[in-house]
C-alpha cells in the first residue's frame, strides 16, 4: 500500500510542480522561476551536491540550457557553486538555504494534497 501513495504522491508531486511554477511565473514575485527551475532545484536537493554536466544528463536538458537556468538561479541566490577537483572549469551545485525553505514548503504540499486526495479514493483508484 505504501509503494501505490508514493507514487500516487509523485504523479501529484509533478502535477503541482507545474502548476506552482506557473503560479510563480504569472505572479508579482521577484523570482520569475519555471518548471525547469523548480526541477533543477528538486534534483540538487535529492542529491544534495551535484556537477552542471549531470544535471543536463539527468533532466536531458542542454549544457548551455542547464547554463543558463544555474546562472539565474545563482543570481537569485539559491544555488551556490563551489570548485571541485583541480580543473577549475569543474564545480559542484548546492542549493541555498532559501532554495531548501521554498522546496520544502513545496513538499508539504504535495505531501497534504497527497493524504487529502487519497482519502477520497480506493486503493485501485490510486494505483
Same mark, same amino acid.
Given at each position: 500500500?505504501?509503494? /501505490?501513495?508514493?507514487?500516487?504522491?509523485?504523479?501529484?508531486?509533478?502535477? /503541482?510542480?507545474?502548476?506552482?511554477?506557473?503560479?510563480?511565473?504569472?505572479?508579482?514575485? #521577484?523570482?520569475?522561476?519555471?518548471?525547469?527551475?523548480?526541477?533543477?532545484?528538486?534534483?540538487?536537493?535529492?542529491?544534495?551536491?551535484?556537477? #552542471?554536466?549531470?544535471?543536463?544528463?539527468?533532466?536531458?536538458?542542454?549544457?548551455?540550457?542547464?547554463?543558463?537556468?544555474?546562472?539565474?538561479?545563482?543570481?537569485?541566490? *539559491?544555488?551556490?557553486? +563551489?570548485?571541485?577537483?583541480?580543473?577549475?572549469?569543474?564545480?559542484?551545485? +548546492?542549493? +541555498?538555504?532559501?532554495?531548501?525553505?521554498? *522546496?520544502?514548503?513545496?513538499?508539504?504540499?504535495?505531501? /497534504?494534497?497527497? *493524504? /487529502?486526495?487519497?482519502?477520497?479514493? +480506493?486503493?485501485?483508484?490510486?494505483?
Amino acid at each position: 500500500m505504501k509503494n /501505490q501513495y508514493e507514487a500516487f504522491e509523485q504523479a501529484l508531486a509533478k502535477l /503541482q510542480c507545474v502548476l506552482m511554477a506557473r503560479r510563480v511565473q504569472a505572479s508579482d514575485e #521577484p523570482m520569475r522561476l519555471n518548471w525547469k527551475h523548480f526541477d533543477i532545484m528538486a534534483l540538487i536537493k535529492e542529491r544534495e551536491s551535484i556537477e #552542471p554536466s549531470a544535471i543536463s544528463e539527468m533532466l536531458h536538458i542542454s549544457r548551455s540550457s542547464t547554463s543558463k537556468y544555474l546562472k539565474y538561479l545563482e543570481e537569485k541566490e *539559491l544555488i551556490e557553486k +563551489t570548485a571541485h577537483g583541480s580543473d577549475r572549469r569543474s564545480h559542484q551545485v +548546492t542549493l +541555498t538555504h532559501q532554495a531548501d525553505d521554498i *522546496l520544502e514548503n513545496i513538499y508539504k504540499g504535495y505531501r /497534504q494534497n497527497a *493524504l /487529502q486526495a487519497g482519502e477520497a479514493l +480506493t486503493s485501485d483508484e490510486i494505483a
